[in-house]
């Protein structure tokens, strides 16, 4: 079951705890969680759970950062949350990061490889959204 904006507001503080919360945060069916700034990304590309994986910690810049494939990057939330009998969902918003890769790299930021092809533009599927919006 997901629960409603409603729910997850009724539940603050009782079984649902969000810090910072910020109720303009609130959606229907979800709360919007912020990426802090520190990313790790692991030094290998190939992981092993049998060994230590060493990990090299990023600060992602104002003017952004463009990830490179085949690196698995861990990034976490600006806020502390905790559940008690609910399991929380996260999901990352690719609205957004494909805002970030069609604008590119802000004016003033070093020169970065181009993403790959297939995420410039958008989907099919999400140009019929977006029609079927307007109409």
């Known amino acids: 079951m997901i629960l409603s904006g409603k ?17 303009r945060r609130l959606n229907p069916n979800s709360y919007n969680l912020t990426l ?4 790790l990304v692991y030094e290998n590309r190939l992981l092993d759970m049998k060994m230590e994986n060493p990990v090299e910690q990023l600060t ?10 085949d690196r698995l990057y861990l ?6 949350t905790r559940t008690e009998n609910f399991v ?5 918003r ?13 004016k003033g930021a070093q020169n970065q490889p181009r993403p790959p092809r297939s995420f410039q533009g958008t989907s099919e599927k999400e140009e019929k959204f977006k029609q079927n919006q307007v109409q």
């Not at 009724?10 to 649902?16: A, C, L, V």
């Open 7 to 23: 729910e997850i507001a009724r539940h603050m503080g009782e079984d649902i705890f969000i810090e910072p919360y910020d109720p």
């Open 60 to 69: 992602i810049p104002e003017e952004g950062l463009v990830l490179q494939p």
């Open 94 to 106: 690719s609205s957004s990061v494909k805002e970030i890769i069609r604008a590119g790299p802000k």
């Open 75 to 80: 990034g976490r939330t600006q806020e502390f």
């Open 88 to 92: 929380p969902m996260l999901e990352g």
């Open 36 to 39: 802090h700034n520190e990313l």
